[in-house]
């Protein structure tokens, strides 16, 4: 098997193996990603078999680009997608030798993370994902949203056409402070936008004394009303605009929303079975933990040293016994031969550094080996727990 970046030459195989695998080639995302944006944004690896002088894609992962805000730091941090096997060729342990070679590319372009949606979450976790962006995830007949909803006539609802100069500065406000959250560009909105227009999903702007506090985007098909970006600086912005789809019963009979993990909504519901449940969303994994360390800056005041051991078992340049000390607002980062204090694999290391679960929480549920328990709290001043968000889907 040959890996490598797949050239022009070699991208109707791709659009075949898509084809095959996800969206088809008369879906509207399909003639977007193909037409305008695949193999010029972004870029595709590929297994390939070769057989009577010809090469045939047997697997593929494409690298869409990312910048992620971590922690307060922008940084590149790939997304993959289209992660996809031939049927002829399913069962012969392809995608560890492709996940290498992906790794390898982005490690020698100093790219310290990686993220992913999974479809289902076993493919990846022998690899080191880990859950890092969870959803409440709501799924009721539109009725019910009369319990929660509210129709408020200090909020000013309005259709809109897409408009990123409006609708940007609500998304910024709206992850301020969060880790992980996608940094969207001009880029990344004209992609996301020129999608949404071209899949027919419609959006409703949200304003509050003439400044403008939330906008939700919504597709109703097959009588499901499907919130597909909800986002609201207030909570009277959220109430509103959930009145706004309760509106829809001539068009639809049940609601979907995958709120932020942090949402409360749940607790306003008479029936408890309409109070939703809490789901996995992203995935995300370190594949350069040093490059990851060296941007940590720890609060001014912390003072502390802790031995930790970090495992992978896929990239072996991405083992370490580090000390790392913590002294005057700096991290101080090296190799050292002492007895670990805490031993992790990179899935709950990267979960723990994009602070969806602090070291005292994965040592709880048994995920990280902990030697000295009064390391922890360190553990925890270092890599404090945080929101995240991110509702990117290629």
């Known amino acids: 098997m ?4 797949v050239n022009a030459s070699r991208m109707k195989q791709v659009e075949d193996l898509w084809d095959y695998c996800f969206e088809k080639k008369d879906d509207p ?19 390939f078999e070769e057989c009577d002088n010809w090469e045939y894609l047997k697997t593929m992962v494409h690298v869409n680009p990312y910048s992620l805000r971590i922690r307060g730091k922008k940084q590149l941090a790939p997304y993959l997608v289209g992660v996809a096997t031939a049927p002829e060729a399913r069962g012969q342990h392809l995608f560890e030798p492709l996940l ?29 994902f880990a859950y890092y962006h969870f959803r409440h995830k709501y799924n009721m007949s539109l ?17 809109c056409e897409f408009n990123k100069e409006l609708l940007a500065p609500i998304y910024a406000e709206f992850v301020e402070g969060m880790s992980g ?25 949200a304003s509050e004394n003439e400044k403008f506090t939330g906008y939700m ?4 098909t097959d009588g499901t009303f499907d919130a597909i970006e909800f986002i609201y600086l207030t909570n009277e912005t959220k109430l509103a605009l959930l009145n706004f789809a309760a509106q829809h019963k001539s068009d639809a009979k049940v609601f979907t929303w995958l709120a932020p993990a942090w949402d409360k909504t749940y607790l306003c519901f008479k029936d408890q079975s309409l109070t939703g449940s809490l789901a996995p969303f992203m995935m995300a994994r370190c594949i350069d933990a040093r490059r990851a360390l060296a941007d940590i800056k720890p609060e001014q005041s912390l003072v502390g040293e802790i031995n930790l051991l970090l495992t992978d078992d896929l990239i072996e340049r991405n083992n370490h016994m580090l ?58 001043a270092i890599f404090p727990k945080m929101r995240s968000f991110n509702n990117e889907y290629f």
């Open 217 to 220: 985007f919504y597709k109703i």
């Open 2 to 5: 040959i890996y490598r970046v």
């Open 100 to 128: 290498k070679m992906t790794f390898d590319v982005l490690r020698s372009q100093e790219i310290a993370f990686v993220t992913l949606m999974p479809v289902y979450a076993g493919i990846y976790k022998p690899y080191e």
């Open 323 to 380: 000390k790392l000390i913590a002294d005057d607002g700096q991290l101080g980062i090296s190799s050292t031969m002492e007895v670990e204090d805490v031993t992790m694999g990179m899935g709950p290391f990267t979960q723990m550094f994009m602070g969806t679960f602090t070291a005292s929480e994965l040592a709880e549920a048994g995920i990280i080996k902990v030697k000295d328990f009064t390391k922890l709290s360190l553990l925890d």
């Open 143 to 159: 009725n019910a949203l009369s319990e929660v909803s509210r129709n408020s006539f200090a909020v000013n609802l309005q259709h």
């Open 181 to 205: 959250v996608p940094m969207r560009s001009e880029f990344q909105w004209n992609k996301l936008l020129a999608v949404n227009a071209a899949e027919k999903v419609q959006c409703v702007v």
């Open 29 to 47: 995302f399909f003639q977007y990603y193909f037409g305008e944006y695949c193999g010029t944004n972004n870029w595709v690896i590929g297994g």
